[in-house]
C-alpha cells in the first residue's frame, strides 16, 4: 500500500495519506510508548499538522504527568454516545447469566428513563433527572415497588460505570427509595385449611394437587415448578433439590409426607426418565382462576367500562356481559399462587416454628423477609397466645388475711398479740413525740401492752418513739414469699 508521506523529526509524529488519497492519517506515540494511527478527516496539510501537534502535545503532558490520565478518561467516557453504554451493560447482564426477561426489562426501563431525560450522554444522567422521572411514574399512578424498581435498574447500570472505571462515582445513589410498605397495590393474605382443603379437593380430580401441594408445603414459586426435575425429586432422602431459582444457588428442602405420596402417585401414573420435567405443561394463571373459582375462594364480576357500562362479547342473540375471576376478598386481600407461599409461612410460624428455620425452608436470605412478607397473623392469632399465658396464683398468707388483702373480714386481737395500728398513727407518733404518741394510743392499746411494744423493736431515742421500727413491725410480713407478693400486688392504685 503506497503512502504519501512527510517526515518529521523524531517524536513529533508523522501524516500520511493511504493510496495518496483521502485525508491525512496522523500517527504519533503516546503517554505509553503505544503507536497510534488516528485520521485528521481533513485534506488540508496545515490542519492536519496542526491536528497532529494537538495529539503529541497531550501524550507529552500526560506522560509528564501535567493531564490525570483517569480524570481524562472519566472525560472522554463522559462524551461518549449514551447508547454505547447501554449496549455495553445489556451485555455484560446477559454474559452473567441473567433471564432474558430480566435483562429486556432492564433495557426498555433505561431506554425510557434515556428518552424522558433527553440525554445524549452521561453528563445528562442526573440524580435530579431520575427524581423527576420517578415522579412522573408516580403521577401516572404506577406504586411504590414500580418505582423502586426502575430506581435499582438505574442505579445499578451506572454502578456497573463506576465498576468499569468509564465513571467517577455513581450520581443516582442520592435518590431516596420509596416506602413500599406505605402504597401497597396488591396484599396477599394466606389461605385457611377450609379453602386449601377444597382447593386441593378440585385440583385432586384435574390432576392438579401435586402443583398446588408444592407451592403449599415446599414453598416453590412458580419458576421453580416449571424448571422441577424429577432428578431433582429424591424419595430416598425425602428432599426436593432446587438448583436454579430465584437466588441463583443450589437449595435442598426437605419433603412433607402428604408431598411425597403426591409425586409418587404423579410418577406413578405418568412415568418419566430422571431427566424430564415433572410438570410437563406449566398450569397457567387462568386455570389456576379457574380452580379456584370452582373451590369456592374466587368469584365472578362484570366487566364495565369507564362510563359504567357493562361491556358485552359476541354479536346478535349470542351476545352476553364479559365477565373476570375476582380473587380479592372485601378487604382487598388477593390470593394466588404466590398466595400458598404466605400460607406455608403463616402456618409454620403459628406452629412455633422458629424464625430461623422457616427462612430455610423459604429459602430466603434474611428471617426478617420471611416474617416481613410471608407471615401474616391476625387477632385471632394475638388472642391465642393471650390466652397461653398462665395465670398470676396469688396463694392466701395469714399476712394477707392481717392486712385485709384477700380477707377482709376484722381481726379479733388478743392481749398477746402485737397491736395492729395505723401506718398513718405510727407517722404520726414517730413525729410527735414518745408523749403525744401516748396520748393518742392511750384508750386503744391498754398499759400491760406497752411493754410488748417495746419488745416488738420500738425504741426511743432523745424521749421519741423511732419511725421505722413502727412501720416495720406493722409492714412486713416474716415470710419472704408473702413479701415478694405484697410487691407484685403493688400498683398505683393502692398508693391512692
Not at 420517578?134 to 447500570?157: E, P, Q, T, W
Not at 377444597?198 to 394437587?209: I, T
Not at 380452580?291 to 374466587?298: E, N, S, T, V, W
Not at 386503744?444 to 420500738?458: C, I
Request: proline letters at 4%.
Amino acid at each position: 500500500m503506497a503512502r504519501t508521506k512527510r517526515s518529521r523529526s523524531r517524536g513529533s509524529g508523522s501524516i500520511f495519506k493511504r493510496n495518496g488519497r483521502g485525508a491525512w492519517i496522523a500517527a504519533w506515540f503516546d503517554h505509553t510508548g503505544r503507536r497510534r494511527e488516528r485520521s485528521t478527516r481533513t485534506t488540508d496539510k496545515a490542519a492536519a499538522e496542526r491536528i497532529l501537534a494537538k495529539h503529541v502535545a497531550d501524550a507529552a503532558l500526560r506522560r509528564d504527568g501535567v493531564i490525570d490520565e483517569q480524570a481524562d478518561r472519566f472525560a472522554i467516557e463522559a462524551r461518549r454516545p449514551l447508547h454505547e453504554h447501554v449496549d455495553a451493560y445489556i451485555q455484560h447482564c446477559e454474559r452473567s447469566g441473567q433471564t432474558g426477561a430480566h435483562v429486556r426489562q432492564k433495557r426498555d426501563a433505561l431506554q425510557r428513563f434515556i428518552d424522558y431525560a433527553e440525554a445524549e450522554c452521561l453528563t445528562g444522567i442526573t440524580g435530579d433527572a431520575l427524581e423527576n422521572h420517578l415522579h412522573a411514574m408516580k403521577c401516572d399512578g404506577l406504586s411504590a415497588r414500580s418505582l423502586n424498581y426502575v430506581r435499582s435498574i438505574a442505579i445499578a447500570f451506572y454502578s456497573w460505570l463506576v465498576r468499569t472505571g468509564r465513571a467517577k462515582s455513581n450520581p443516582l445513589s442520592v435518590v431516596t427509595k420509596r416506602d413500599e410498605a406505605r402504597d401497597r397495590r396488591r396484599i396477599r393474605r394466606p389461605l385457611t385449611e377450609d379453602e386449601l382443603a377444597r382447593l386441593l379437593s378440585v385440583a385432586r380430580e384435574r390432576g392438579r394437587e401435586a402443583w398446588y401441594l408444592c407451592a403449599a408445603l415446599a414453598g416453590l414459586r412458580r419458576g421453580d415448578l416449571i424448571r422441577l426435575k424429577w432428578t431433582d425429586v429424591d424419595f430416598d432422602a425425602n428432599t426436593i433439590t432446587i438448583s436454579d431459582g430465584k437466588a441463583k444457588r443450589i437449595d435442598q428442602i426437605p419433603m412433607h409426607p402428604q408431598l411425597a405420596d403426591a409425586l409418587h402417585q404423579r410418577l406413578a401414573e405418568h412415568p418419566a426418565i430422571g431427566a424430564a420435567r415433572v410438570f410437563p405443561e406449566a398450569v397457567t394463571n387462568r386455570t389456576r382462576q379457574r380452580d379456584f373459582l370452582r373451590a369456592g375462594l374466587a368469584r365472578e364480576e362484570v366487566v364495565r367500562d369507564d362510563a359504567g357500562n357493562v361491556v358485552m362479547v359476541g354479536t346478535g342473540t349470542r351476545a352476553k356481559p364479559k365477565l373476570r375471576v375476582v380473587t380479592t376478598d372485601e378487604d382487598g386481600r388477593e390470593i394466588d399462587l404466590h398466595s400458598l407461599r404466605t400460607t406455608l409461612g403463616t402456618t409454620m410460624a403459628r406452629q412455633g416454628v422458629p424464625p430461623q428455620l422457616a427462612q430455610q425452608v423459604m429459602r430466603h436470605a434474611s428471617y426478617k423477609t420471611t416474617e416481613k412478607h410471608y407471615v401474616v397473623l391476625g387477632v385471632n392469632d394475638a388472642a391465642k397466645a393471650i390466652d397461653a399465658v398462665p395465670a398470676i396464683q396469688m396463694p392466701e398468707t395469714e399476712a394477707h388475711r392481717a392486712t385485709g388483702t384477700i380477707d377482709s373480714r376484722p381481726v379479733e386481737l388478743t392481749e398477746s398479740d402485737p397491736p395492729q395500728l395505723p401506718q398513718q398513727l405510727g407517722r404520726e407518733m414517730g413525729q410527735s413525740g414518745a408523749m403525744q404518741c401516748a396520748n393518742e394510743v392511750r384508750g386503744v392499746v391498754s398499759p400491760d401492752s406497752r411493754k410488748s411494744l417495746a419488745m416488738q423493736g420500738h425504741t426511743t431515742r432523745s424521749g421519741s418513739m423511732r419511725k421505722s421500727g413502727w412501720a416495720d413491725s406493722n409492714r412486713r410480713p416474716s415470710d419472704p414469699q408473702s413479701d415478694a407478693l405484697t410487691k407484685l400486688r403493688y400498683s398505683p392504685q393502692d398508693e391512692a
